[in-house]
């Protein structure tokens, strides 16, 4: 895979993103061509916002395990990504020709290392991506744990992680 290139400007959105949400995580995606990432879009976090009874993408006994969490613990175990604003953002991205490059998402207090679950979804998306005409994305995660926010992005693929280089310009 060929290095990911993006502008130092966007890094800044994602980590003033990532304040802006925090205790939640907030997630979002980056496009762009070529592997240089020229768009961001930020996506609402449903796990922040509604709660557990929303989530099609765990099992039953891990959804009810949230159900018993408060908003804020449950913002820190998990995002999913808001459909409406997913859908729009592809829509954009098509409009203007670009390739979904990055999922990003932030962890308020832990490393910047994906989790059992991020591993999880991200590997049940491995199908999915596919099937809705996009590329399958790095991971980007933005971790707030320390004063200086730790930037790291991966290949998740069949719950194997993989470091991606990217380049910051
Ligand atoms: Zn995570």
């Not at 829509?91 to 962890?107: A, E, I, P, T």
Request: hydrophobic share 40%; charged share 25%; aromatic share 6%.
């Amino acid at each position: 895979m060929a290095d990911l290139v993006i502008p130092k400007t966007i890094l800044d959105d994602i980590i003033a993103h990532a304040n802006e949400l925090t205790p939640h995580e907030c997630c979002g995606l980056l496009a762009g061509t070529n592997g240089v990432v020229s768009h961001l879009y930020r996506i609402k976090n449903i796990v922040a916002v509604e709660g557990a009874q929303n989530l099609s993408s765990f099992d039953s006994a891990k959804a009810a395990h949230l159900e018993r969490l408060s908003p804020d613990e449950r913002a820190e175990i998990a995002f999913v990504m808001d459909m409406q604003d997913f859908s729009a953002a592809k829509k954009d991205m098509r409009n203007r020709g670009l390739d979904l490059q990055v999922v990003y998402h932030s962890h308020p207090h832990d490393p910047a290392r994906p989790s059992v679950t991020d591993i999880k979804i991200a590997s049940d998306y491995e199908e999915i991506w596919p099937k809705i005409n996009l590329p399958i994305p790095a991971y980007l995660l933005v971790s707030l744990m320390n004063p200086t926010p730790d930037v790291r992005c991966y290949w998740i693929k069949s719950e194997h992680v993989v470091s991606a280089d990217f380049v910051i310009r």
